[in-house]
């Protein structure tokens, strides 16, 4: 299966408990929570590409096209 690089946005938000909750715009169903940043952006990448490799395989990845950036993430899926 051919590989397609595309960039995600990730609308990162530090919640007042002090934990960082990622959400994207891109990635429909993209949820994930962790205590530091540099760990919330690894599990949301991690998770996006999973979702996309998921969405690739039955056929219904849509490329996003947004113009707002919140933080790029570059995945090969």
Do not use: C
Request: no cysteine.
């Amino acid at each position: 299966m051919k590989k397609t690089s595309i960039t995600i946005n990730l609308d990162i938000e530090k919640l007042p408990e002090g934990w960082y909750l990622a959400t994207s715009p891109d990635v429909q169903g993209l949820v994930a929570q962790e205590k530091t940043f540099e760990k919330v952006v690894a599990t949301a990448k991690e998770l996006s590409q999973t979702i996309l490799e998921l969405e690739k395989k039955e056929k219904r990845l849509h490329i996003p096209s947004r113009e707002r950036v919140f933080y790029p993430v570059e995945l090969s899926v």
